[in-house]
């Protein structure tokens, strides 16, 4: 399709409102930005959106690259807290600023989290047992009734 031809019966906004802005587009997407808050920011309507990734892979290129880019970062940064790590610090000694290395603890809530996440059959909070066949309980009702 080029510029100016008809989608579905309407014009085809994805040269004029979407192409020239999939840098923005990448940037959303690596800001948490919805599809549906996108197609608001670009006036465009959700189905035409659905369309667009369909037949431009560009598009669905810029989404990706942006998603990718801060899910690796956050999963950096998570791993990093859960671990600890070494830092370092500028502090005011009278007049003059000493540069101090400090040490960041690893993070109970990201270990937990990761190792959650990571490897869930050893670490969910529920542990799924099966048992098969019999239990070998038998219930007997040995109490004498009161007499009337």
């Known amino acids: 399709?080029?510029?100016?031809?008809i989608m579905a019966g309407r014009p085809n906004k994805y040269y004029s409102h979407v192409e020239p802005k999939l840098l923005l587009i990448e940037a959303w997407a690596r800001d948490g930005v919805t599809e549906e808050q996108m197609c608001n920011n670009l006036d465009v309507s959700v189905s035409a959106w659905s369309e667009y990734k369909k037949e431009f892979p560009a598009l669905v290129e810029a989404l990706k690259n942006g998603?990718?880019?801060?899910?690796?970062?956050?999963?950096?940064?998570?791993?990093?807290?859960?671990?600890?790590y070494e830092y370092e610090e500028d502090q005011m000694s009278g007049q003059f600023v000493a540069r101090v290395k400090k040490y960041a603890h690893p993070n109970t809530t990201a270990l937990i989290f990761w190792l959650k996440n990571r490897r869930p059959r050893e670490w969910r909070d529920k542990q799924e047992i099966e048992h098969s066949g019999e239990a070998g309980v038998r219930i007997i009702n040995d109490i004498p009734r009161p007499s009337r």
């Open 67 to 84: 998603r990718e880019v801060i899910d690796t970062m956050v999963e950096n940064a998570l791993l990093k807290a859960a671990l600890g």
């Open 1 to 5: 399709m080029n510029e100016g031809e």
